[in-house]
């Protein structure tokens, strides 16, 4: 019996539930679609940057931030494409290396 009953859960360890393994990872669709651009932390510091004031330095005050996040937002895409033609271009070199060495493998034998 002692047997039977440590087998059984050495089968569960090794064998995930199959509905553990159908789960997706990270933000569910509906999460997604209900998310807007603007985090809440921008928000709160938006408007505690904006109480007080009139409408009209409101909006230039949340059009300057925006404008900011924006700039920020595009750098941090330009510095990783920049980061990704690098390894490409690194992964490349890498293969042309491999490629003269092997060459130069095949003309030793001479």
């Keep these: 019996m002692k047997k039977c009953v440590i087998a ?3 089968v569960l360890l090794l064998f ?3 509905f553990c393994l159908s789960q997706q990872k990270g933000a569910s669709q509906k999460a997604r ?3 807007s651009e603007q985090s809440i932390f921008n928000r ?4 505690f940057a904006t109480v007080g004031k009139s409408e009209e330095e409101k909006e230039k005050i949340l059009e300057e931030r925006q ?3 924006e700039k920020k937002h595009l750098e941090k895409e330009a510095k990783k494409a920049k980061k990704k033609a690098k390894a ?5 070199e890498k293969m042309m290396k491999e490629k003269v ?3 130069k ?5 001479k």
């Design 44 to 47: 709160v510091s938006d408007w």
């Design 16 to 18: 995930p539930a199959p």
């Design 8 to 10: 059984f859960f050495v």
């Design 101 to 103: 060495n092997k060459m």
């Design 105 to 109: 493998m095949k003309k030793k034998p």
């Design 88 to 92: 490409k271009n690194e992964e490349k």
């Design 33 to 35: 679609e209900r998310a």
């Design 67 to 69: 404008l900011e996040r």
